[in-house]
């Protein structure tokens, strides 16, 4: 096994295939986010979303994709000349990874691409034992999806934080305030079909407990782009209340505890999950 691997692999207790397969999961983000820092990808662009909450803030929950906002609208933007540096990063440490462009079926204006590596292969390298890769079908993938917004709304603002391993290394990522504004449109907006999205919820806990400060401004902005807020009015507040309690009223806790709890290593957490749970959590919550 790689040395820098085995570093970074330490820092996770894993016992079952699935604890190896978040580790791994989030290992491969880490090598991306780093690929992109040498392409000077954070020159045009900012991190957002549950992954980088959990790499650069502690989110104490597994997260699936790496989600991205350009600094500025870029109508044509393309994730694809970022693909090459992203594959020679992975690859010299050791991963054989694939990276796919996503053929768009509509116009949006979110841009998307995979890192796919094969499952299998990639746990026998790190060392994982016969036991846990029984079950693991020999052509199961695991991917990371990158998605990036080619037309922010305004009103955010960024900063730089900066990760230690597998080297020193500086990422550009949404203030918190305004991480919470984007959490916050998902929560209330997201559109899962019937399904709901358990970690949006858990996130909504995980700010209100540690950063409760929610940019309101930046918050009516993707509203708006959405097509979700149509008043002439600015959003409150008081509105936002509202909204977060209606859409509580609406929320079946047992599928977002279902959803959630794979990515959760308590989850005794989710044992509180209520109606009146929620609403004490969203009064906690601070507009500036």
């Not at 009516?220 to 309690?245: F, I």
Request: glycine fraction near 6%; include cysteine.
């Amino acid at each position: 096994m790689n040395e820098s691997i085995r570093t970074l692999l330490a820092r996770y207790s894993c016992r079952t295939q699935e604890d190896y397969l978040n580790a791994l999961r989030e290992i491969l983000q880490e090598l991306a986010l780093l690929g992109l820092w040498r392409a000077r990808f954070f020159e045009h662009a900012a991190f957002y979303g549950g992954t980088a909450l959990r790499i650069l803030h502690g989110l104490d929950r597994y997260s699936e994709d790496l989600d991205f906002s350009l600094l500025r609208p870029t109508p044509g933007f393309s994730l694809e000349g970022y693909g090459a540096a992203l594959r020679k990063e992975v690859a010299s440490f050791g991963f054989d990874v694939a990276f796919e462009r996503r053929k768009k079926s509509q116009v949006t204006a979110i841009e998307s691409a995979f890192l796919k590596t094969n499952t299998l292969h990639e746990l026998i390298r790190i060392e994982a034992s016969e036991a846990l890769l029984r079950g693991i079908h020999p052509g199961a993938q695991l991917k990371i999806k990158l998605e990036i917004d080619t037309d922010p709304p305004g009103g955010f603002t960024t900063e730089t934080r900066y990760l230690l391993q597998p080297i020193p290394f500086s990422v550009r990522v949404y203030a918190l305030p305004d991480l919470f504004a984007g959490k916050l449109h998902a929560v209330l907006f997201r559109k899962w079909g019937r399904r709901v999205k358990g970690r949006d919820w858990y996130d909504l806990v995980w700010f209100a407990a540690l950063h409760p400060q929610v940019n309101l401004a930046h918050l009516e902005q993707r509203m708006r782009q959405s097509g979700d807020w149509l008043e002439k009015k600015p959003l409150d507040a008081a509105t936002l209340k509202r909204l977060l309690l209606d859409r509580i009223e609406q929320l079946d806790i047992d599928h977002a505890c279902s959803e959630v709890a794979p990515f959760v290593r308590d989850r005794r957490a989710l044992e509180i999950w209520s109606a009146d749970f929620f609403a004490d959590v969203i009064g906690r919550i601070i507009t500036v």
